[in-house]
Structures are given as structure tokens and as C-alpha cells.
């Protein structure tokens, strides 16, 4: 994997020698550049906070899944007579000097190449494989993440070789960090002389093939025309070393990485302080506001008139009345009426995954007529991915469906509810497609049926429409306001991933009280989706503010 950032040299240099160039590696280019600039000021110390257990959950999955695949290619390569060189474990130049003598040699494939820093250009980077081509070297990225759909035109090369075609079974997923870390591999090899022609491969979650990138393609909005993924990652690099340097100042701002970021103890409370507006907005629309000198909460609660041209993506009236609730500490604002489909027989569900490995436990709480009747988990605690899995979905699947029978042969309605359902969704489809043909596992058909019918409501797309949230859409966020708290105070997906490695023994010892702490966890999900939703249909919903209320105020600066 790549080296860290690098931070903290000495920024003087002695007269008449070259400036001082910091050497960035490709996350520099697609992560937070105020992060660049606090890696790299003079004696800068990353702060030594608690790393987020998700991060090291993905962390240690991602280096589990390069493993195998490692594993799958060399026993392919040395099967067709094809050479392996593995780079060893050592200091930086001992992997540098490995990685030289790999490419210089008849080497076919290298594994876990270190390329030599470009010091002119402030490059520095590694790649899991390199490829020996006719015309050079080409890079391939191993990945813990899907690169490609059903679908056609996507460019894939098989894993015994390297021989693009454009593939008529899948369709490619744009990863611009993918591509930007192919770009900055490229320019390395370039740089040590090794360099082939300007493509690169992403190898994906399913592991089958790699997603062919061409790195001179114009794929990416230039400000005259587009540009390639080379141009795109040399302009970026431009801009990280401008701001490594200090040459460009950068200013805190919310963004996705922040939640998992070392330096966020620190952000934190200076936007806090400062009514930061990206503490409301996100993304390119913080810089629209910028543009037209909104840099607060304040000033974006204060504005009149049409919004700003350029602004794109969600409504500015929307945003507006956003920083009036973020000033007021609302949590909520209605839109207007709130509905929610009610039935006779209702279900609450709520579904447990492990990274990409599959389903374990599905959550359900049925209520008839107002009286519930218990939760009741669907669940397998042999280590994912395992046959067992199919199992407990078949036992949910059909005791969900015989309810709804159940429900209309009564002649009464019935509704099932979960909380996002794009991930329900996934792995109902997911789990009927792997164990079809298992017993009572329904058909792919059957599953899109019923996730297409008024019986599966999704109570975040209910709370996305009805009403406007400062602090977010979570169920975590939410539910409280309807007054529902969780038993386990570190109740969090994140979190829960740590639990079920301890549940099922993927560290050693199986720990049995890890499993009573996820069916806990999952059954206060589904209760709070349960109470949300009638929440949402009780006279209590009431005292949440209206929209049209707030357009008509601007708040002060009071808590």
C-alpha cells in the first residue's frame, strides 16, 4: 500500500539549491486538500486519536481480499510458465531497488511494486501488480470494491493475460480515484523508465477479470475541453504541491473523508466556531456560495433573492431554510404534511451484512392493529460467505411472505418497512441469485416483484421527501427525535462489524456475548424504524417547525 503523507520536513533550503519539492502520493489527489496542507506544515504531528473501527474493519478486509487474489494470480501465472517476482518486506530503498531489478529482468508479473520517487515532479507511489506488456510496464490495481455492472461496453482483460476486448456482459463503474492512482502509477513508470502504453487495470471485488482504463481518454470536464485521466491527476498534483508548500492557503471544510479523518478533533470545532456553510451544504455547492461570498451559516440563512447561477443539485430554498434550522439547533423541518403508508399488519425489518461477504441476520417485528407480537431474528452464525446464509433467508423470506398471505387472505392490508432500502434490496436480490434453486429461496423475479410492490415502503425515502434535515437523514440521527434511544450506546454499523468478527471467531475464540450484542443492536433498528413511522403519523409530528415558517424568518445567532 501507499506510504503516508510524508509531513513535517524542513521547508528551507540552502541558497542556490533546488526549492524543496514534497513527495505526494495518489491519495493527495482525490482526498481533502486542507488535509494536505496540515500533513505538510512545518513540524506537523498527525494527532493520535482513535482510529475509526470501520476504516481498520475495510482496512483489514481490503488486505485479506488482495491476499487471495494474489494468491489466485500467481498459481495462474506459474501455471501458464509465467514468471512471479514477489517484492519483498524491507526499508524503502531495499523495495525500490527489488522493484528495479524485477522490471529489468525477465520478469512477467511484479507483486507489491515500490517505484522510485520522482523528486522533481514531488511523485512517490506503490501499485499491488505490474504487468509486463510488448510496448512496457502497465499497472493494476487490486481493489475491495465493485468496478463493473451488467451491463456492455466495458473494456476487460482476463487475469492470465493481458489482452483487452470490449466485453458485452458488463459495464464499467467510474472510480475517479481508481483512475487517478492508474494516472499517478503511469507518470512513476515513466519516470524509472519502465512505462508501457497509457492504459491501466482495476481488479474488483468479484476478482474475475480487470477493468481496462484508458488513462488518455478524455473522460474528465476540463474547463475549455476534457481532459484525460493523466492531465486531470498532473493538474491535480499541481495543486496538492501548491498546497503542501504553502504557496496556496486552504481553509478547513466538511467533507466525506472528515468523519474518518485523523486531523477532524481539529477541524471540528474551528467550523463550529466559524458557522462554516459546509456544515449545511456539501461538495461543489460550497464553492458556488464561496464564489458568491456565502462562507457562512449565517449569510446563507440571511439571503434573498434567486439563487446563485451556477448553483446545481439540490433546492437553494431547500439549503436556505437548512442553515435557518442549523442556527435554530432544529434537527427536523416538515415540508408540509407527513405520510406514511399504515397498514393492518405491518412488518419492521432491518437486515445485518459483513462488508462484502453477505447477509447474517435479518430483523423483524410484527405489529397488527397496534399490538406487536416480538422480535424475531433470521440469522447464521457460521462465518460468511457460507451456505448457512441462504438458509436464513429462505427462513425469512417465506415467513415474511406467509405473513403478508397471511394479511390478504384475511382481507386485511399489509406493509413491510426498513430504513434505506438499498441495501435490503442488494441482498435479497444478492441472496436469490447465489442460492437459487435452495429451498425456499425465492426467485430473482420474485424478490424484484414484491421490492417493486406498495407492500415494501421505505421509511428514509418517507423522511427524504416530508421533511429537511440539518444533521442528516441517519435512522441515528432521526429516530431520537422521535424519541427512540438505543440500549447499546456504541450502536453503529462501524461498530457492529467489530462485534460480528467476535461473534463468529474471525480473531479466535468465538466470544458468545458479541452475538447477543448484535441481536440487541438489530432489534433496536427495527424498533426504531417501528416508532419513527408512527412518529411520523401521530399529532407529535406537529411540534416539528414548518418550512414555509422558517423562509419567513432569519434566526439570529442564539443556540
Not at 455547492?285 to 447561477?309: C, F, I, K, N, Y
Request: charged fraction near 25%; proline fraction near 6%.
Amino acid at each position: 500500500m501507499e506510504g503516508g503523507a510524508g509531513g513535517g520536513p524542513e521547508h528551507g533550503a540552502e541558497p542556490g539549491a533546488a526549492p524543496w519539492v514534497p513527495l505526494l502520493d495518489a491519495r493527495a489527489l482525490s482526498g481533502c486538500r486542507h488535509r494536505v496542507a496540515l500533513d505538510h506544515a512545518p513540524g506537523a504531528q498527525r494527532p493520535d486519536g482513535v482510529v475509526d473501527a470501520g476504516v481498520l474493519q475495510r482496512q483489514e478486509a481490503a488486505a485479506e481480499a488482495r491476499a487471495r487474489v494474489r494468491t489466485g494470480l500467481r498459481a495462474a501465472a506459474q501455471a501458464r510458465g509465467q514468471r512471479w517476482v514477489d517484492v519483498p518486506r524491507g526499508t524503502t530503498a531495499e523495495r525500490v531497488a527489488s522493484t528495479l531489478a524485477a522490471l529489468a529482468s525477465d520478469a512477467d508479473r511484479v507483486w507489491g511494486a515500490l517505484l522510485p520517487a520522482d523528486r522533481v515532479a514531488g511523485r512517490r507511489g506503490s501499485v499491488e501488480l505490474l504487468l509486463r506488456t510488448d510496448a512496457g510496464w502497465v499497472p493494476v490495481l487490486v481493489t475491495n470494491h465493485r468496478v463493473s455492472d451488467a451491463g456492455a461496453g466495458a473494456v476487460t482483460t482476463g487475469l492470465d493475460r493481458w489482452a483487452p476486448v470490449v466485453d458485452d456482459t458488463r459495464t464499467a463503474r467510474r472510480h475517479p480515484r481508481d483512475q487517478l492512482r492508474l494516472a499517478h502509477v503511469h507518470r512513476l513508470l515513466a519516470h524509472a523508465g519502465f512505462a508501457g502504453p497509457e492504459v491501466g487495470g482495476v481488479v474488483g471485488l468479484d476478482a474475475d477479470c480487470a477493468v481496462v482504463h484508458d488513462l488518455a481518454a478524455p473522460t474528465w470536464p476540463g474547463d475549455d475541453a476534457p481532459r484525460s485521466s493523466l492531465a486531470e491527476a498532473d493538474a491535480r498534483l499541481a495543486d496538492r504541491l501548491a498546497v503542501a508548500t504553502g504557496a496556496v492557503q486552504t481553509r478547513p471544510v466538511r467533507v466525506g473523508e472528515c468523519r474518518t479523518c485523523a486531523w477532524w478533533e481539529r477541524c471540528a470545532p474551528e467550523l463550529a466556531a466559524a458557522h462554516d456553510v459546509s456544515l449545511v451544504v456539501r461538495g461543489a455547492q460550497v464553492e458556488v456560495l464561496a464564489a458568491v461570498g456565502v462562507r457562512t451559516v449565517d449569510a446563507l440563512a440571511e439571503w434573498a433573492g434567486p439563487a446563485p447561477s451556477a448553483w446545481r443539485g439540490s433546492s437553494f430554498a431547500d439549503a436556505v431554510v437548512l442553515a435557518r434550522a442549523w442556527l435554530l439547533q432544529a434537527p427536523l423541518v416538515r415540508r408540509g404534511e407527513v405520510r406514511v403508508r399504515r397498514a393492518d399488519v405491518e412488518v419492521d425489518v432491518d437486515m445485518e451484512s459483513f462488508l462484502e461477504d453477505g447477509a447474517y441476520l435479518w430483523g423483524t417485528l410484527r405489529t397488527e392493529r397496534g399490538v406487536t407480537q416480538g422480535y424475531r431474528p433470521f440469522v447464521t452464525w457460521e462465518p460468511l460467505p457460507c451456505a448457512d446464509e441462504g438458509r436464513s433467508f429462505a427462513e425469512f423470506w417465506v415467513w415474511l411472505q406467509s405473513v403478508r398471505d397471511e394479511a390478504h387472505a384475511r382481507g386485511r392490508t399489509f406493509a413491510a418497512y426498513c430504513y434505506s432500502e438499498a441495501a435490503e434490496n442488494r441482498w435479497m436480490l444478492g441472496s436469490a441469485l447465489r442460492f437459487a434453486g435452495a429451498p425456499g429461496v425465492p426467485t430473482v423475479e420474485a424478490v424484484q416483484a414484491f421490492i417493486d410492490s406498495d407492500d415494501w415502503v421505505d421509511v428514509y425515502a418517507t423522511v427524504a421527501r416530508d421533511f429537511l434535515c440539518p444533521s442528516g437523514r441517519g435512522l441515528k440521527k432521526v429516530a431520537p427525535v422521535a424519541g427512540f434511544t438505543w440500549a447499546d450506546p456504541e450502536a453503529g454499523g462501524e461498530a457492529s462489524m467489530g462485534w460480528y468478527r467476535r461473534a463468529v471467531g474471525l480473531d479466535g475464540a468465538v466470544d458468545l456475548t458479541q452475538r447477543t450484542r448484535l441481536l440487541q443492536y438489530n432489534a433496536d433498528d427495527v424498533m426504531a424504524t417501528k416508532v419513527l413511522r408512527e412518529w411520523m403519523t401521530s399529532e407529535r409530528v406537529l411540534d416539528v417547525p414548518l418550512a414555509a415558517d422558517l423562509a419567513g424568518r432569519t434566526p439570529g445567532r442564539e443556540p
